[in-house]
Structure formats: structure tokens, C-alpha cells
């Protein structure tokens, strides 16, 4: 349970109580930790996916560069192609985790990442209709593809999430039926992307499998902006309302009575993940696997009771950047999508966490 | 609310309470033989459609005629060889799939747990693909033992990895560990999938999942299976009674916890393994059946497995026959129309009622 003081000034569980105005908590070193060390580890991913490749530099010359000194070549290096390309990774990955975070918090279930509430599949579906059926509907298709194909993944997400939060609302929104209406939803638009893909010809077929994997390839300035924007505004509006994901944890009855307004806070961090997640869809293409992992990490090395916020951020984006790194320079020419080696990296480091459990987990 | 993060069940959802009164008691029991017998109607009439109904249209009287006395001709042909054997895989897989499901809702104990999700399906996925790239088999026959032993090592895989630990196998660390498992999988797969045009031509198909099966003897070959995995299955509803309760309370019963999960994992292996082996993976029946049997039966396993059982049969066949009408004369998966019919249904049912909690 997550310790809640229950008089102005008394201490929990022998915890000092912060206090600073109107807002008040409980200071516990662990997360915080947590919080640094994926810091630590996302800032020295970035550095090095940044120096590796074909043109090597050193993490000391990527700091040099990124501080206005090395040489021209240096500087397009780092500037104009391998920096846009992380920060993209980075970007894609915070705001996966963070959707992540929020879903599975809402949904009072582990599972619930925007994946599976088929968010993800919508912005897919809608893509991927596009790539199938670009080829062969000539210039509009054409046109759609080069230009529209990130607004049309972040519509088609849009559209899924709305279409789940109106679904489920009757009389209010309950945090059960959300899950089950995105279920549905998923199911739906999981199975229109596979029949668009048997409808194509292989070729098209091949290109939609790449771009539903995920990938990094020729990201630039024009990826991360949107990206940025999007978290920029999203992240602060996240953290006020981390306090009433506190109290959503809760039984219907408990938050009406903590005087939260349940449906409006729902439906807003609902509607910030569908955001987050459709937009970093639209950037990188689906990426599986890290919207679910990183929350589930962050909260099981932190020992929380809900998957922190911020920590979930900082793992999604450092889970991205590593798996570009190794997507990189692993596999030689042939880059894996970079979807495909978040879940080779990311799973058995979730399997890990799970044998050395720190807790019982009790349903 | 637990440290996990699990779904817990709220006060004020709908469970079968020991001391409810007895009249209550039998009118449940009477609501619940009337649907048993609905069911089975429901699918009776199913089969006569999928025997019936296809590409080709034959009149009723026809098909009844052909089925009695064979005349060898080509509407007996078609009947024979297609749209029966078609029909009993529809009926099995549906079973399997509806069963599996509400297993692995039971002892996962979350809404959203399918067969997807403990690692079988996308096991039996690599493995047929695996068997497409590195030997080069691309007839059902070849990939299908290849697939029942992918779907074996994947669910052994969860399971081993969701019961380490002091506490053992918890519906939380079977969930996550089948989630991380599956996506470590379906990873493999994309890999072997996007270096490779000729796997990827075999797997887009297989990956929609159809119970058009092109020659009848597979039939035999999973029959056993099947049949194994339906009789544990529908042995594990009491046990999954007892551990709804929580493992400590059916421990305090005197309940074997480890047994049942073991028992439970084994059937929903062997009957998705086989499931996907014929059909490839076929989605869906599983994660919404059991919800839909629930809203009829309530929480307790002894009815709600049959139940499932039997509406997984029945919505395989109905969205088969579907499938046949849609585009004739060319055919539209039954994996896309289980989605395409079943999910708005779904929708519109968990909208409509009362919910179920696990």
C-alpha cells in the first residue's frame, strides 16, 4: 500500500514528512536512487550511440562535439545524423514508458500497457492500410505514405483511444471495462493489420512487417520535435495528476470519498497516454514490449507500489537507446529494427528482475 | 489495492456466495442448466450451417442425403472431405480455445491473460517459422509437430521462470513472465520472419489462423491431444475454485496450490499447442469467451469451464460460416472474423452488463 500520512506532521513507518506549502510526502531514498541510476545509465547510452558507427568517436570527443568543439566532420557527424537519431530513440522510449506507466496505474493491472489497450494497434492498423494500399492506389497513396504516415498512426491511435474511453464510459468510466473495451478494440485492430497484410503483395507486405517492427533508420530533427513538444507538455500535466493516480488505486467508493473527481482524472491521464503513445508510434513506428517493460522494471527495482512515473520515463528511454546501440553495431550491416532488439534486450532483463523477486508479489 | 499492482476484486462484485439462500441458489442453477441447454442447440445448429453452408451452395436436402448415403458424387465430395472435417477441427479448436482461455484467466487472475500471453502461441509461432527457414518444410504436415513442441517449450519456459522464487507461481509472475517470454519470442520470430521472403510468405499466412484444413488426417493426429487436454482442463475447476481465494486460504483448505497450477499450465499447453499447430494462432476466442460464459455462470469454475467450452465451439464455427458468406466465393479467415464479429459483440456486451470480476 502506498503510506499515506495520516495526520498533519506524524510519521509513517518511521519516514520523515516533507513538507513545502500545500504539498506534502515522504521522502524514501530507494526510488530516488533508482531514479539517478537510470539517469546514469540513459545518459552513457546516448553518448555512445552517438560516438559508434562507421565514423567512431570517443563518449569524450561525442562532449567535446555536443559543446560547440571538434572538427566539421565531427560536427555533421554528431549533429546531423547520429544525434537526431538518438534523441528520437530516447523521446519514443520516454514517452512509451511513461504511457506505460500511466495505463497499467490506471488499469490497476500489469499487463495494461498501451499496447494491449489497443492504442498501438490503432495507430498501426491505420498505417499500415496506408503502406498496403499506397502502393497500388498510385498518387495519393503515394502521397499519403511520404507525407502523412506519422499524422496518420498518431489519428488512427487518437481514434482507438477515444473509441475505448467512449465504449466505456456509461454512467462513468470503470477502470475494469476500460481494460476489456481495449481488448476488444486491440483484437480489432490487431486483426485488420494482419488481413491488410495478406491482401498486399509481398513486397508491401514486407515493408508494413518492417515498419510494425519498429525502426530508427533516417530519423532526423523532424522525428524528435513533435516528440519533444509532446512530452514537454505532457510530463508536467502527468506529474499533477500523479497525485490522484495515488488515490485511483483505491476502490470507487475510496476515491469518491478522498473527494477526487474520478472520471475527469481518468479520463485526462487516459488521454495523455493515447497521446504519448500515439506519438511516439508515429515517430519510430510500434514499438512492442516497451511501454510494458519499463514501468514494470522501474517499479520492481524501486519496491513501489505503483509504477513511478518519472522512473518509467527514464528506463523507456534508456531500454530505446540501447537496443539502437546494439541494433547498430551488432548486427553489422543488416540492422535489426530497432522493436525487435528492445524486446531481446529487454525481456530477459524483466525475466532477471522477476527470478530475484525482492517481494512476494500477492494478488 | 496490492503492492503488485494486481486486479484486485472490489467489494460489491457479483461471486458465488456460500450463504446465499437456497431459492436464490436454485434459480441459479436452473439459469445456468437453461443456458447448458441453449448452448448446446446453439451448437448443433452451428455444425448443420458450417455442413451446410459453403462457396458452393447445395440444397438442404441434398446435403442431408449425402450425408447418409454417399453417392460419391461431387457435392459428396465437398461434404466429405471439407466441410466435415473442417467442421470437427472448428468444433475441437473452439473448444480448446474457449477452455484455454478461461484456464488461463483462472490462475493468472487478470481479465486480460489469453493464450497469447504465457508465451504458447508466439512458441508455437517461432517454431513453425523455424521450421519454414532452417528446413525449408512449408506443408502443414511438417510444421505441425514443430509447432505443437514450440507452444510445449514456451509455456514450460513461463512457467519454470513465473514459479522461481519463495512464493512459487503467483498470477502476477505468471502474467509478467509470459508477457516477457512472448515478446522475446515474437522478437525471434519478426527477426527470422524479415530476413527471410519465404518464411514470411508462409508465416503471414499462418499467422491469420484458419480451421480450413487441407488434409483430414491431421485431425487424428491432434485428436488425442485434444482430447487429453480437454479432460485435464476441465479436472483443474475445482482446484481453480479453491485458488481464487487466494493461495494461502486454498493452501488452509488443503488444496495441493502447486498441483493445480502445474495441471492447469499442462492442459493449457497441450490444448493451445495443438490448437495452433492445426490453425495456426488463432486469437481472441480465449481472452473473450470466458467473459462471455461468465456473465451466465458467475465465478465458479465447475460451470464456467464447460460453458467456455462449449461457446468457443460454437463461436469458431458461426464466425467460420461467416467467413465463407462475407466474400464468396473466396474465403476470409476465421481468425479476422472472429475479431470483425466477435469484438463489437464483445464490446457491446461488456458495456451492457453487469460485470463479472475475477
Known amino acids: 500500500m502506498t503510506q499515506v500520512l495520516d495526520a498533519p506532521g506524524r510519521r509513517v513507518a518511521g519516514r520523515r514528512p516533507l513538507r513545502a506549502g500545500p504539498v506534502s510526502g515522504v521522502l524514501r531514498p530507494r526510488p530516488l536512487l533508482v531514479l539517478l541510476g537510470g539517469l546514469v545509465v540513459l545518459l552513457a547510452c546516448v553518448l555512445l550511440d552517438i560516438g559508434l558507427g562507421e565514423y567512431q568517436l570517443s563518449p569524450g570527443q561525442v562532449l567535446v562535439t555536443l559543446f560547440g568543439g571538434g572538427d566539421y566532420a565531427d560536427h555533421y557527424v554528431v549533429f546531423g545524423l547520429r544525434m537526431p537519431r538518438a534523441l528520437t530513440a530516447v523521446l519514443v522510449g520516454a514517452a512509451l514508458g511513461l504511457s506505460g506507466a500511466i495505463t497499467q496505474a490506471v488499469a490497476r493491472n500489469p499487463l495494461a500497457s498501451p499496447d494491449m489497450l489497443g492504442i498501438t494497434s490503432g495507430a498501426g492498423a491505420a498505417a499500415v492500410a496506408v503502406i498496403v494500399f499506397g502502393g497500388t492506389a498510385g498518387a495519393l497513396g503515394g502521397f499519403a505514405e511520404a507525407v502523412g504516415l506519422p499524422m496518420i498512426a498518431l489519428a488512427g491511435g487518437l481514434v482507438a483511444g477515444l473509441a475505448i474511453y467512449g465504449l466505456a464510459y456509461r454512467g462513468g468510466v470503470d477502470s475494469y471495462r476500460i481494460v476489456l473495451v481495449g481488448v476488444g478494440v486491440t483484437a480489432l485492430a490487431g486483426n485488420a493489420i494482419y488481413w491488410l497484410l495478406t491482401v498486399g503483395d509481398v513486397n508491401d507486405a514486407g515493408r508494413a512487417m518492417v515498419w510494425l517492427t519498429g525502426s530508427l533508420n533516417a530519423r532526423g530533427w523532424d522525428h524528435v520535435v513533435p516528440t519533444a513538444i509532446a512530452l514537454a507538455v505532457l510530463l508536467p500535466l502527468t506529474l499533477l495528476g500523479a497525485h490522484a493516480l495515488g488515490a485511483l488505486q483505491f476502490d470507487d467508493d475510496t476515491v469518491r470519498g478522498l473527494g477526487l473527481r474520478r472520471d475527469l482524472a481518468r479520463g485526462l491521464l487516459l488521454l495523455a497516454a493515447v497521446v504519448l503513445a500515439s506519438i511516439a508510434t508515429a515517430a519510430a513506428g510500434p514499438v512492442q514490449f516497451v511501454a510494458l517493460a519499463a514501468p514494470q522494471i522501474a517499479l520492481r527495482l524501486s519496491r513501489s507500489a505503483r509504477p513511478p512515473l518519472v522512473s518509467s520515463l527514464v528506463f523507456g528511454g534508456a531500454l530505446v537507446v540501447a537496443a539502437d546501440l546494439l541494433s547498430r553495431t551488432a548486427f553489422g550491416a543488416a540492422e535489426m529494427p530497432v522493436g525487435i532488439v528492445t524486446a531481446i534486450l529487454g525481456a530477459p532483463y524483466l525475466i532477471y528482475l522477476l527470478i530475484r523477486r525482492y517481494r512476494e508479489d500477492r494478488a | ?358
Open chain 2, 1 to 358: 489495492m496490492s503492492r503488485s499492482g494486481t486486479v484486485g476484486s472490489p467489494p460489491g462484485t457479483e461471486r458465488d456466495a456460500p450463504e446465499a439462500p437456497a431459492a436464490r441458489l436454485g434459480a441459479r442453477r436452473r439459469r445456468r442448466l437453461l443456458g447448458l441447454g441453449v448452448l448446446l442447440g446453439v451448437l448443433v445448429v452451428s455444425c448443420a450451417l458450417s455442413i451446410a453452408v459453403g462457396a458452393k451452395s447445395i440444397p438442404l436436402g441434398d446435403v442431408w442425403t449425402e450425408l447418409v448415403a454417399p453417392a460419391g458424387s461431387e457435392n459428396a465430395l465437398i461434404i466429405w472431405e471439407l466441410r466435415l472435417p473442417r467442421t470437427v477441427v472448428g468444433v475441437l479448436v473452439g473448444a480448446a480455445l474457449g477452455l484455454a482461455g478461461a484456464l488461463m484467466q483462472g490462475h493468472t487472475r487478470n481479465p486480460i491473460a489469453d493464450p497469447g500471453i504465457l508465451g504458447i502461441t508466439q512458441g508455437a509461432a517461432l517454431a513453425v517459422v523455424l521450421a519454414v527457414y532452417a528446413f525449408g518444410i512449408s506443408s502443414l504436415f511438417g510444421y505441425i509437430w514443430f509447432g505443437f513442441g514450440g507452444a510445449l517449450l514456451g509455456a514450460l519456459a513461463v512457467f519454470a521462470i513465473g514459479s522461481m522464487g519463495r512464493a512459487g507461481a503467483t498470477p502476477v509472475t505468471l502474467a509478467l513472465a509470459g508477457m516477457a517470454i512472448s515478446a522475446l519470442l515474437q522478437a525471434l520470430t519478426s527477426a527470422l520472419v524479415l530476413s527471410d521472403q519465404q518464411s514470411l510468405d508462409t508465416y503471414r499466412f499462418w499467422k491469420v489462423g484458419s480451421i480450413a484444413v487441407t488434409d483430414p488426417a491431421v485431425i487424428w493426429q491432434v485428436l488425442p491431444f485434444l482430447v487429453v487436454g480437454l479432460v485435464l482442463g476441465l479436472a483443474n475447476s475445482t482446484g481453480l475454485n479453491a485458488l481464487s481465494l487466494g493461495d494461502d486460504v486454498a493452501r488452509g483448505l488443503g488444496h495441493r496450490v502447486e498441483v493445480t497450477r502445474r495441471l492447469g499450465v499442462l492442459a493449457i499447453a497441450v490444448l493451445v499447442g495443438a490448437s495452433a499447430a492445426v490453425c495456426g494462432p488463432i486469437s481472441f476466442v480465449g481472452l473473450v469467451v470466458p467473459h462471455i460464459a461468465r456473465f451466465f455462470t458467475g465465478a465458479d469454475h465447475r460451470w464456467l469451464l464447460p460453458f467456455a467450452a462449449l461457446m468457443g465451439s460454437s463461436l469458431v464455427l458461426l464466425a467460420d460460416i461467416a467467413g465463407r458468406l462475407v466474400a464468396r466465393p473466396a474465403e476470409v479467415q476465421v481468425g479476422v472474423m472472429l475479431a470483425m464479429v466477435g469484438a463489437p459483440f464483445f464490446i457491446a456486451l461488456v458495456r451492457r452488463r453487469k460485470l463479472v470480476r475475477l
